[in-house]
Nanobody, 119 residues
């Protein structure tokens, strides 16, 4: 069982930046792809970005491409999401998840961290 804990959320003005972190409880973290999902009020949860276990493969939703960067440090059991040029529509609860290297099944989830972007 991998436990995930997100941090780094908060309130930021449009155009600003935040960096989210997700720390995993187990060294087996390095065996999983990691993803950052987000869910805005009244909307379904969506995948924002994902990274393979080795870090060699990444994918981004069109809505965040060019603004967000996902990275991981397997020595620290941590995955990051650098978010730049934030927009009010990025406001959501952000969740990290651990899953398959094909990015299509997610086994473990964090509790989420709120990101609010003011206009």
């Amino acid at each position: 069982q991998v436990q995930l804990a997100e941090s780094g959320g908060g309130l930021v003005q449009a155009g600003g930046s935040l960096r989210l972190s997700c720390a995993a409880s187990e060294r087996t973290f390095r065996n999983y792809a990691m993803g950052w999902f987000r869910q805005a009020p009244g909307r379904e949860r969506e995948l924002g970005a994902a990274i393979s276990w080795s870090g060699s493969k990444t994918t981004y939703a069109d809505s965040v491409k060019g603004r967000f960067t996902i990275s991981r440090d397997n020595a620290k059991n941590t995955v990051y999401l650098q978010m730049n040029s934030l927009k009010p529509e990025d406001t959501a609860v952000y969740y990290c998840a651990a899953g398959t290297n094909t990015f299509d099944f997610w086994y473990y989830w964090g509790q989420g961290t709120q990101v609010t972007v003011s206009s």
